[in-house]
């Protein structure tokens, strides 16, 4: 099992040079193979390389001989890959949504220069890279096994890291419960079957800030440098925020995953829910896929078992405890008495009950449910 390690470092300032100059020719090689294949067809690989090779023998491109030839090939195989993931989506040979073809790649978005072994080598505590030199990466934790194809990566906000593929092994650690239902929401993030809880963190300041940003950088001229130096301090905040969600996430993620057996989630329609313009923005920030992304991922580290249950499933709309079906509720519902058992529900953690039910296998009773009778609703307090 492959997993992805990122370690941030501080280049110096002749690193930071050579590190732009690198990042600039990976973009240039990358545009020109884009380019070329735009204008007839895709040639491949192999033509690819042969043209670069070309290309640094003219006058125009013989400064892409000044850094190293490992990331400049790995770039186009980059681009081969991407045109094998287009050209399978379209033939139906991939699953999920259908991707479109490679985009040019842009100055100001975030910069990515990848290695092989050929081209960089660990000593102790530094980085080598061809070209750039060593670097001190901080070793927030230790490489489980020796890394392959590392990249550079400088980010919006001028951030630089080091990340490296390695090959884990898979850790299982028995589990203390047999399995958990999760219904996930806005503001109360998680609600799990057994209770407790998890509120989503609070973006909303950092979020106003953004936006008077974002109103100043529409009124600054093009190419200035008050326009660029807004657009670091609006990518800082982007980052910011994605740090807090990333890592709520992830010490979620592994908390569920370490207790419980069988995780089972509900298939959400987010790209469905996103279009009410009211909680689209809130949505999309609530990192509902990347949850379930760790979750499905760390499933498959510790030896879990992960199930999702199809969207469908009236999940709301039954009691969990006898089965009885009362229909659909308005949203400001928050809690729900029964009048088949007379047992009061909090509306999310019934949801994650009968997630939990229907995940492990006990189907809801029809018979029970189509049966006539009342509830009472009740509104938060």
Request: proline share 3%; with cysteine.
């Amino acid at each position: 099992m492959k997993a992805r390690f990122q370690y941030r470092f501080y280049p110096t300032i002749q690193q930071r040079q050579s590190l732009a100059q690198l990042f600039g020719c990976v973009r240039v090689v990358w545009n020109d193979a884009l380019t070329q294949s735009k204008s007839e067809k895709y040639p491949g690989y192999k033509t690819l390389s042969k043209s670069l090779t070309l290309s640094k023998k003219t006058e125009e491109r013989a400064w892409l001989n000044d850094v190293s030839s490992v990331p400049l090939q790995q770039s186009l195989k980059q681009l081969d890959v991407a045109y094998k993931n287009y050209f399978d989506s379209l033939k139906g040979k991939r699953k999920g949504k259908k991707i479109g073809q490679p985009r040019f790649k842009k100055k100001t978005n975030s910069q990515s220069a990848t290695f092989v072994k050929s081209g960089f080598s660990i000593k102790g505590e530094s980085v080598y890279m061809a070209k750039i030199g060593n670097v001190n990466p901080i070793w927030s934790r230790q490489l489980p096994s020796d890394p392959s194809s590392p990249a550079a990566i400088k980010d919006c906000a001028n951030r630089y890291f080091l990340s490296f593929v390695v090959e884990i092994n898979s850790d299982i650690v028995e589990a203390k419960n047999h399995s958990i239902g999760i219904d996930l929401g806005i503001k109360t993030f998680a609600v799990m079957s057994d209770g407790t809880s998890a509120k989503s963190p609070r973006y909303k300041q950092l979020d106003r800030k953004i936006r008077r940003l974002q109103r100043k950088l529409a009124r600054q001229p093009k190419d200035s440098k008050r326009r660029n130096k807004t657009r670091i301090q609006i990518a800082k905040l982007h980052n910011q925020i994605a740090d807090t969600r990333k890592d709520f996430l992830h010490k979620l993620s592994t908390k569920i995953v370490r207790d419980n057996q069988v995780i089972v989630l509900e298939d959400l329609n987010v790209s469905g829910m996103v279009k009410n313009r009211k909680l689209a923005r809130v949505i999309s920030q609530q990192g509902w896929y990347k949850f379930r992304a760790l979750c499905e991922a760390k499933s498959e580290k510790f030896g879990r078992e992960f199930r999702v249950i199809s969207r469908w499933e009236p999940t709301s709309q039954i009691c969990s405890n006898c089965g009885f079906r009362w229909g659909k509720l308005d949203l400001k519902i928050r809690s729900v008495q029964c009048l088949n058992c007379g047992i009061e529900h909090d509306r999310d953690e019934n949801a994650a009950k009968n997630i939990n039910k229907v995940g492990i296998g006990h189907c809801h009773d029809s018979k029970r449910t189509q049966r006539e009778g009342k509830t009472t609703c009740g509104t938060s307090r």
